[in-house]
């Protein structure tokens, strides 16, 4: 493994599925598929997760569907107590202090 590093990443798929749909309320598993880079029937596993889960109600119309997330579902880790969606949707969602505190006219 000397010339090898093994890949890895702060966000889970299921994460990178959820804020998609946060932002993209209907769509299509494909498109969730694409902006997430994983494979359309791993887009809709993790989507049947999170629906079994409580994180989202799905109706489907066609070939699309219109999630729900559920913001106030609780975060399952133990390290998470006390957290849930809606924190981390807006952990996501926010800005570095470094572009909080930039001016935008620069």
């Known amino acids: 493994m000397d010339g090898q590093r093994q890949q890895w990443s702060f966000l ?20 969730v ?14 989507v049947s997760d999170l629906e079994q889960a409580g994180y989202l109600n799905g109706e489907r119309g066609g070939r ?4 729900t997330v559920n913001l106030d579902t609780p975060l399952r880790h133990p390290a998470e107590t006390g957290l849930s969606v809606r ?9 570095t202090p470094e572009e ?4 935008p006219a620069q």
């Open 12 to 31: 889970t798929n299921h994460t990178r599925v959820l804020h998609f749909i946060a932002r993209n309320q209907t769509t299509r598993a494909q498109e």
């Open 87 to 95: 924190d981390l949707l807006k952990l996501l969602s926010s800005r």
């Open 64 to 67: 699309r569907t219109q999630c």
């Open 100 to 103: 909080s505190d930039a001016d």
């Open 33 to 46: 598929a694409t902006a997430c880079q994983i494979t359309e029937r791993t887009a809709q596993r993790i």
